[in-house]
């Protein structure tokens, strides 16, 4: 039966077990960073999307802003460890960057137009 509601996909590892855990990880300040297959996951991801995108557009710098960017140094290595693997010789050393302004990124980018 279909409840409308996403679910984790469960072929790479993000049960409900996992997502709840998440969820109150990122409730609780205090609680530790995201277990490190997620970081791998995501940062795959990211790393082979951005090597993509470089295959067009040949930019100079990556910049990571919004809700993404409040993790900081920890998944830019690891995007950066994946970016290198995809992406062609040429564009291996294109820096990556975390946004200045973190998630008012977009409402400063629509003010400006």
């Given at each position: 039966?279909?409840?409308?509601?996403?679910?984790?996909?469960?072929?790479?590892?993000?049960?409900?077990?996992r997502?709840a855990?998440?969820?109150?990880?990122?409730?609780d300040?205090?609680?530790?960073p995201?277990a490190?297959?997620?970081?791998?996951?995501?940062?795959?991801?990211?790393?082979?999307?951005?090597?993509?995108?470089?295959?067009?557009?040949?930019?100079?710098?990556?910049?990571?802003?919004?809700?993404?960017?409040?993790?900081?140094?920890?998944?830019?290595d690891?995007?950066?460890?994946?970016?290198?693997r995809?992406?062609?010789?040429?564009?291996?050393?294109?820096?990556?960057r975390?946004?200045?302004?973190?998630?008012?990124?977009?409402?400063?980018?629509?003010?400006?137009?």
């Amino acid at each position: 039966m279909d409840t409308g509601k996403a679910r984790p996909a469960p072929e790479h590892g993000f049960g409900p077990r996992r997502t709840a855990r998440c969820r109150r990880s990122c409730q609780d300040r205090t609680a530790p960073p995201p277990a490190p297959e997620i970081l791998e996951f995501f940062g795959e991801m990211m790393g082979r999307a951005c090597s993509m995108i470089s295959c067009v557009a040949d930019p100079e710098v990556f910049l990571i802003g919004g809700g993404v960017s409040k993790a900081g140094e920890i998944l830019l290595d690891v995007i950066r460890k994946y970016y290198r693997r995809y992406a062609f010789f040429a564009f291996a050393d294109t820096e990556f960057r975390l946004a200045e302004l973190g998630n008012d990124a977009g409402i400063y980018g629509c003010c400006y137009l």
